[in-house]
C-alpha cells in the first residue's frame, strides 16, 4: 500500500519524505488555508518535494469552471505530478470525464459510498478517496466502504486507485491495507505514530545499557 501525506506543511512533508517511506501527497483547501500561503506556490514547493502524485483540490462548483480551474492549476504548477482533485457531484463527473479523456490524473474527492466510487471510476478517475473518518464520526463504519469498493473494482478491474482518506489513527492505517486499499493518506501526527511502539524503546534502552557493562576492550570489533 502506498502511504501518502495528508497536509499542505512543507516542514511535514520534508521530513518524511527524508524516511524514505511517502509515496505522494494530498492536499485540500482547509489545509491549503491553514498554512496561509499561496496555494499554487505551496503546491509547486510540494512537486519539487516529493516526486510521487500531489493531489491540489478545485474549489469551483460547475463543470465548466472545474475543467478550466483544473487545467489552469497544471499550466501555472508545471509539474508532472500534479493530479487534479474534483468533488463528487453531478457536475465533478462531466469535468472528471473531459479532463481525464485530456490525459488529466483525477482524484475523486468526498466520497462516501461505493456507488459513488463506481461513477466516480467510470468517468475516468485515477482516484477515488473514501472519507472514512468522517463515516466514523457519523456512526456508519467507514472502512466498510473501503472494502465494498475494492470488490467492485476488482469485479470490473477498475484501474482506479482506492485513496483511504479522512484517516484518524494508525488502526485505519492497518485496516485500510487489510481492505486491499492502494493508498492511504495520514496526517503527519498520525505516520510518526506508526512508527511507535512502548517495546521498541523498552527494548533498545535495555540493549543500550547492558553494552555499556561490556569492557571498553570487548566492545570493539
Ligand atoms: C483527503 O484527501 C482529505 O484531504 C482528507 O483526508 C480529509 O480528512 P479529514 O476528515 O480529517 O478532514
Redesign the pocket.
Known sequence: MKIFL?TANVKEIREAAGWGILDGV???P??VAKEGRDFLEVVREICAIVPGPV?A?VVSTTADEMIKEGRDILRRVGAPNVVI?IPMIREGLRAIKTLSSEGVKI?T?LIFSPSQALLAAKAGAAMV?P?V??LDDISQVGMEIVRDIRTIFDNYDFKCEI?A????HPVHVVEAARMGADIA?L?FAVLEALIKHPLTDIGLQKFLKDWEKMPQQARKA
Not at 482518506?165 to 484518524?168: D, F, L, N, T, V
Open positions: 495528508d494530498t492536499t485540500n482547509s489545509l493531489s483540490e482533485k482524484n474527492t478517496s472519507f473518518g468522517r485513496l482518506a479522512s484517516i484518524r493518506t496526517p
